[in-house]
């Protein structure tokens, strides 16, 4: 079975752009989280859907920052416009339940606005 | 918020020690997880543990939920060159509370392995 799927793997922007990042879940699991990763602050939850709805959102940094799950099987986080500090890798884990707490991730987005 | 101190940092041993590394928090979790991060990827769960007390083995690998709920450690004995990267612990809340279905995450420990 295919893991947790994100694109892109690396992002290069320039501050100002609009930056979307991907995710498609395994299937089959109801819970979804966007975490970003830095050296500073390490692994910071940003917000997590249940059943493409979104629990708890308050990790989300600021309005700039936006997550969709339109369906089970796709999700985006959307930074725009972006900034310097939002550089960092951005990764989505999915669960099929909240009970074991076992995440699974995928690989990461590494983001770097210039 | 919640948070999960850990300790150490960063460790830098030789092939064949054992490696010991704890969290601590101030506030109770029902969960408390293992997981380890290799360069370039996710992290992956190693071990998890669902019961004040219970000490849990997977391989060379050693974890216990401390008795207060607000504690875990790991241990990995006989460490190899491939037990190089980012440990990190997690804990989960309680159900029915807005922390259930989330992990908080410690700072991690990075282990090199010296062959």
């Known amino acids: 079975d295919a893991g947790v799927i994100q694109s892109p793997r690396h992002e290069v922007t320039e501050m100002g752009q609009e930056v979307t990042l991907r995710c498609k879940p395994i299937?089959?699991?109801?819970?979804l989280f966007w975490y970003r990763q830095t050296m500073m602050r390490g692994l910071e939850l940003l917000i997590y859907?249940?059943?493409?709805?979104?629990?708890?959102d308050s990790g989300m940094p600021e309005d700039r920052f936006s997550a969709k799950m339109p369906n089970a099987s796709f999700s985006t986080l959307k930074i725009q416009p972006s900034e310097p500090r939002d550089s960092a890798v951005y990764f989505c884990?999915?669960?099929?339940?909240?009970?074991?707490?076992?995440?699974?991730f995928g690989e990461g987005s590494r983001l770097t606005v210039l | 918020g919640q948070q999960l101190n850990q300790s150490p940092q960063s460790m830098f041993i030789q092939e064949g020690e054992d490696v010991s590394m704890n969290c601590t928090s101030s506030?109770?979790?029902?969960?408390w997880l293992w997981y380890k991060q290799d360069p370039g990827e996710g992290p992956v769960l190693l071990i998890a543990?669902?019961?004040?007390?219970e000490l849990t083995s997977n391989g060379r690998l050693t974890a216990q939920f401390g008795i207060t709920r607000k504690d875990s450690f790991l241990n990995i004995s006989a460490s190899i060159p491939s037990d190089v990267g980012i440990y990190f612990c997690?804990?989960?809340?309680?159900?029915?509370?807005?922390?259930?279905?989330?992990?908080?995450f410690g700072q991690g420990t990075i282990l090199t392995v010296h062959p």
């Open positions: 884990a999915s669960s099929p339940g909240p009970y074991t707490g076992e995440l699974f």
């Open positions: 299937s089959g699991h109801d819970y």
């Open positions: 859907f249940n059943n493409n709805v979104p629990i708890d």
């Open positions: 506030s109770i979790f029902n969960t």
């Open positions: 543990l669902y019961k004040a007390g």
């Open positions: 997690a804990g989960q809340g309680n159900a029915g509370g807005t922390s259930y279905g989330k992990l908080t």
